[in-house]
């Protein structure tokens, strides 16, 4: 791996009738040196590219087998993304669709059991997830996430608006169940003085951005009721919301 200073090496045979292993190294320019070890050392680090190869010998120095490895530094930078944590609602079925990146491999486990192969995956249940990678190289990387439970559907934006000052505007965050969300706010006499409609919304990322004018002129001090509906498509899911925002000088 590129990030990894050295690779484990580890006889895979039954060293029961071993009484010796040696450890032999070969350079890309073909120089062959036998590697420092104990006797019956049956796992090394590579740590330089080249040709590894071990020997296992009986009591009486009689070959019993041998085997070599070719070791490259892999140049595949690419890693799998995931975010740290997940909002999923398992009653609804609703949650996103992970996708890590193209590899030639997945193993999707929740806690310790294999749950999945596929290139990309939808969590279903609460708790502690792992992803193992393979990349074309059969290098294999791992990260993991967690997932908690969101089965509401959610807004949130400020009570109290300041016309004309860019740092208290208005604006909406919705949580990733809200597809699409529909405001309106009025007058004192019910005129809309503010509509916003948004029907691809994306999850933590504000919308409906206003600065507090109406026709040119910002919107007198006072209490403003408004009208929120929002929606989730997948499940059909639907919430409307009444109140007021205070307008301030």
Same mark, same amino acid.
């Given at each position: 791996? #590129?990030?990894? #200073?050295?690779?484990?090496?580890?006889?895979?045979?039954?060293?029961?009738?071993?009484?010796?292993?040696?450890?032999?190294?070969?350079?890309?320019?073909?120089?062959?040196?036998?590697?420092?070890?104990?006797?019956?050392?049956?796992?090394?680090?590579?740590?330089?590219?080249?040709?590894?190869?071990?020997?296992?010998?009986?009591?009486?120095?009689?070959?019993? !087998?041998?085997?070599?490895?070719?070791?490259?530094?892999?140049?595949?930078?690419?890693? #799998?993304?995931?975010?740290?944590?997940?909002?999923?609602?398992?009653?609804?079925?609703?949650?996103?669709?992970?996708?890590?990146?193209?590899?030639?491999?997945?193993?999707?486990?929740?806690?310790?059991?294999?749950?999945?192969?596929?290139?990309?995956?939808?969590?279903?249940?609460?708790?502690?997830?792992?992803?193992?990678?393979?990349?074309?190289?059969?290098?294999?990387?791992?990260?993991?996430?967690?997932?908690?439970?969101?089965?509401?559907?959610?807004?949130?934006?400020?009570?109290?608006?300041?016309? !004309?000052? #860019?740092?208290?505007?208005?604006?909406?965050?919705?949580?990733?169940?809200?597809?699409?969300?529909?405001?309106?706010?009025?007058?004192?006499?019910?005129?809309?003085?503010?509509?916003?409609?948004?029907?691809?919304?994306?999850?933590?990322?504000?919308?409906?951005?206003?600065? !507090?004018?109406?026709?040119?002129?910002?919107?007198?001090?006072?209490?403003?009721?408004?009208?929120?509906?929002?929606?989730?498509?997948?499940?059909?899911?639907?919430?409307?919301?009444?109140?007021?925002?205070?307008?301030?000088?």
């Amino acid at each position: 791996m #590129p990030d990894q #200073p050295d690779a484990a090496l580890k006889v895979d045979a039954d060293l029961s009738e071993v009484s010796s292993i040696e450890w032999w190294y070969t350079d890309i320019n073909n120089n062959r040196t036998r590697i420092p070890t104990e006797p019956n050392q049956d796992e090394i680090l590579a740590a330089k590219e080249g040709t590894y190869e071990v020997l296992i010998f009986n009591q009486f120095d009689c070959l019993l !087998g041998r085997d070599q490895v070719l070791i490259l530094r892999s140049t595949d930078s690419v890693r #799998p993304i995931v975010e740290e944590s997940y909002q999923i609602c398992p009653r609804y079925e609703i949650g996103p669709q992970i996708n890590p990146g193209n590899f030639a491999n997945y193993e999707w486990y929740f806690e310790t059991n294999l749950v999945s192969n596929s290139p990309t995956y939808k969590p279903n249940q609460l708790g502690q997830y792992k992803l193992v990678v393979f990349s074309t190289e059969g290098c294999a990387y791992e990260t993991s996430f967690f997932t908690e439970e969101e089965c509401e559907l959610r807004v949130v934006f400020p009570n109290a608006i300041q016309p !004309g000052n #860019p740092d208290k505007p208005f604006l909406i965050y919705t949580n990733y169940l809200i597809d699409e969300l529909e405001i309106w706010i009025f007058s004192k006499w019910g005129e809309v003085i503010f509509h916003c409609k948004q029907t691809s919304l994306i999850s933590e990322e504000s919308t409906c951005l206003w600065d !507090g004018y109406f026709n040119g002129q910002k919107i007198p001090p006072g209490s403003y009721a408004y009208r929120m509906n929002f929606r989730n498509n997948e499940k059909n899911l639907t919430k409307e919301q009444l109140g007021s925002i205070l307008f301030i000088n």
